[in-house]
């Protein structure tokens, strides 16, 4: 029987993501999907290019027959992810309040495409989890960290809300106490 392809749009490949089958080795027809933030020297901060390669990788997955899990992870050993690129915002963002706008509802949209996959969601942290990272970290089904991994909010210091609902998982994670 043939299926039908549910997919948004065709795969396509966005600058500073992976998008990666890794095959089982028990039973070779099922693999993991590994979306892996692709910005090192940035220390895996997002780009709107980004965001939209992680929404769209999270859809794919979740339409994928043969995936079993998604692994959510960052390039490199210094950093899972440090939230937004500083630069495109000074860049591009600031100054542009309709534009920032879309952004955050983009950003938004990729939290829920993380919650909503259909597939378990593993964040593999590497060093920091930090700011929007963070957020994004938290809406995955599962952490596993390395030792040194470190996690924080950095919003609030700069005067930056934690938009993508840290505040509302967080009390989840520790507990209501």
Not at 4 to 31: C, I, M, R, T, W
Not at 151 to 176: E, K, W, Y
Request: net charge negative.
């Amino acid at each position: 029987m043939e299926f039908k392809n549910h997919d948004l749009v065709p795969h396509q490949e966005f600058e500073g993501l992976l998008y990666e089958e890794k095959p089982l080795a028990q039973e070779p027809s099922l693999h993991t999907v590994w979306i892996t933030l692709n910005n090192p020297r940035q220390l895996n901060s997002y780009t709107t290019d980004m965001v939209k390669g992680v929404i769209l990788g999270m859809r794919r997955a979740s339409q994928d027959r043969a995936c079993v899990a998604v692994v959510f992870t960052g390039a490199g050993d210094r950093a899972f992810c440090t939230g937004g690129n500083t630069a495109e915002y000074a860049e591009y963002y600031a100054g542009r309040p309709e534009e920032y706008s879309a952004y955050m509802r983009l950003f938004n949209d990729m939290v829920s495409a993380i919650l909503m996959c259909d597939k378990p969601v593993i964040c593999r942290v590497n060093g920091m989890r930090i700011g929007g990272g963070q957020e994004i970290g938290m809406a995955c089904d599962f952490t596993v960290a390395q030792d040194m991994a470190l996690f924080g909010q950095a919003g609030p210091r700069h005067g930056s809300a934690p938009d993508g609902g840290s505040t509302d998982f967080l009390p989840l994670f520790v507990g209501i106490e």
